[in-house]
Structure formats: C-alpha cells, structure tokens
C-alpha cells in the first residue's frame, strides 16, 4: 500500500507494504539480550488441577504465563515516568505513533566530552562530535524521531549480555544536542542511554526529558525512549516514517516494535 504524505510543504511518497521491523522478537526461555544480570524472560503453560495450558503435554490449548523484565529483557519503548516519582505511563505518553525519523550509524568512541559520573578511560560514548558530523544537514521535519545505530553492528546484538560486555551510552554533550534539534523520539540499539551503572544519576536521561533532579516535567511528557532495538545492515541510513508500536501497558515502560518505512521524495 502506497501513500502520499505531506511533511511541512512538501509531498513524499511511502510504501506501508515494505516495512522494516528494528525490534530484537521476544524468544521466550531462549536467547536474549540482558542487562543487570536479571531473570531472562519466560513462559509457561498455566496449570489449574487438571488442566495445563498446553497442546504438547495434552491439554485443550496452549495457554501460558509470561514473566519478564521490559526494561532488561529486550526492546522496550520508556516514557518519563521512568524516572519519576509520579507513575506515568506510557500508555498515555505515547499519543502519536507515526512520525518521521532520521536513521544513523555511528562509531562510538573514547572521548573528553562531559558526562556524570565522571567518565572512565574506557568508557566509550556517542558523541556530540559525532551525531554533528551526521546531523547537521538534516532537515529539522525529519529528526522527530532520531534512531542510532551503532558499529560494529553485529547479530549478536540479539543476545548480548551487556554486564559481561559493557555497552556505549551518550554524552551529556551529546543529549543536550539532540533535545536542541527537537528530538521527540530517540531510539538506540543499547540498552540505556545512560552508563549502566552511573549511581543512579541517569544524567542523559534527566537531560532529554528536562527532569531536573528527576522532576516530573509537563512539557516533555510525550517524549519517548527506545532501546535495544537492532537495525539489520540491509537497512541504510536515511529518513523514514516510524510506526512505534508499543504493548499497551499501564506503566513506565512497555515492550515495542518500532517499523521503518522509507520516506522516497516525488
């Protein structure tokens, strides 16, 4: 199905036939991306006497139980209420579910940009630096949505455990930058924006949603995070319309499947 959409004064053409899906699948009991060392995602087949839940071991139907960690276990899409003491969620953050977004890769690197707690000479960051070197020319109608992809960009992405191989995260430099081009929605393919373990400080965090020592802030909160998302190599860097798919969750943070549709000019 093809579309023409209008984005400020100009049309664009979009096929909604062919998108492309950057979300890591919930393999439940299997392999999967992990932070905190925390209980992978499971399922299992509800039991009640003599029913169970499950056509293999005779039951009526398959009929499980999930248990899992969004915000650890895999894609997941967070809104403001993940650092705040009031409880939003992001069932009602989310009020727009198709924006136009700007995909780009980057290299991390070591680096003498700000960030707190004070960065470690190993710590490897996505720059202000940069997210300059890539953004600067791009149309301010399509950074709504910002997705970083980082490099190397392997599969094992899908399953990585980011305590045994401590991920990127961006500087304060950096996400002052994107909230100065009007960033609603950034999607990374790390599991926090923020050092995993920073004190509980969430410095990158606090900047884009403009929380203040973890403030509830009004006027950001439609914003969105995204993280651990996996953007295959086939898709190329470019701008897009995302369709930000979340599960409809009453709290901060909710399993998501973000789609990529190419934006093609007429």
Known sequence: ?????????????????????????????????????????????????????????????????????????????????????????????????????????????????NYYPILNENDKIISKKILEEKLTEIKPEFLEGLIIRTLPNKVKKKNRNYIENPPCFLSIDAMEYIVQLGVQHLLVDIPSVDRLFDDGILSSHNIFWKTKEKKFNEETINKTITEMIFVPNKISDGTYI???QCAPFDSDASPSRPILYKIHGI
């Open 242 to 244: 995302t369709n930000l």
């Open 1 to 113: 199905m093809k579309a023409i959409i209008k984005i400020k004064k100009n049309n664009y053409e979009v096929d909604f036939s062919k998108g492309n899906d950057i979300s890591i699948p919930m393999i439940f009991n299997g392999e999967q991306p992990n932070t905190y060392n925390v209980n992978k995602a499971v399922s299992k087949p509800y039991k009640d006497g003599n029913f169970i839940g499950d056509t293999r071991k005779g039951g009526p139907c398959n009929f499980e139980t999930y248990t899992l960690t969004p915000h650890c276990n895999g894609t997941h899409t967070e809104c403001i209420g993940h650092i705040t003491k009031e409880r939003i969620s992001i069932l009602n953050s989310l009020k727009k579910e198709l924006f136009a977004s700007t995909l780009i890769s980057i290299i991390p690197e070591n680096s003498k940009e």
